[in-house]
Nanobody
Framework: QVQLVESGGGLVQAGGSLRLSCAAS????????MGWFRQAPEEEREFVAG????????YYADAVKGRFTISRDNAKNTMYLQMNSLKPEDTAVYYC????????????????WGQGTQVTVSS
């Protein structure tokens, strides 16, 4: 069993930055691929970024490519999402997730989820 807890969300003006963290407990994350997803009001949850177990491969949705950076520190059992040049359309609840397989954009393939952290970008 893996417990995931997100932090770092908040309110920021357009053009600003936030850094989200996802801390894991219960099991080491070293062997798991991880991802960030987000869900805006009345929208389906969507893939934002993913990272393989070593951190050597990263994947991004087109909407965030060049603005967001995913990383992980396996020694700290923590994953991060650095979000720069934020836009109002980035407003959503952001979730981290982990799975015992390769990175995937399909949320149904992830085994463990955090509770989410709210990110609000004002114009």
């Amino acid at each position: 069993q893996v417990q995931l807890v997100e932090s770092g969300g908040g309110l920021v003006q357009a053009g600003g930055s936030l850094r989200l963290s996802c801390a894991a407990s219960g099991r080491t994350l070293r062997s798991y691929a991880m991802g960030w997803f987000r869900q805006a009001p009345e929208e389906e949850r969507e893939f934002v970024a993913g990272i393989n177990w070593s951190g050597g491969s990263t994947y991004y949705a087109d909407a965030v490519k060049g603005r967001f950076t995913i990383s992980r520190d396996n020694a700290k059992n923590t994953m991060y999402l650095q979000m720069n040049s934020l836009k109002p359309e980035d407003t959503a609840v952001y979730y981290c997730a982990a799975r015992s397989g390769p990175v995937s954009e399909a949320e149904r393939l992830y085994d463990w989820w955090g509770q989410g952290t709210q990110v609000t970008v004002s114009s």
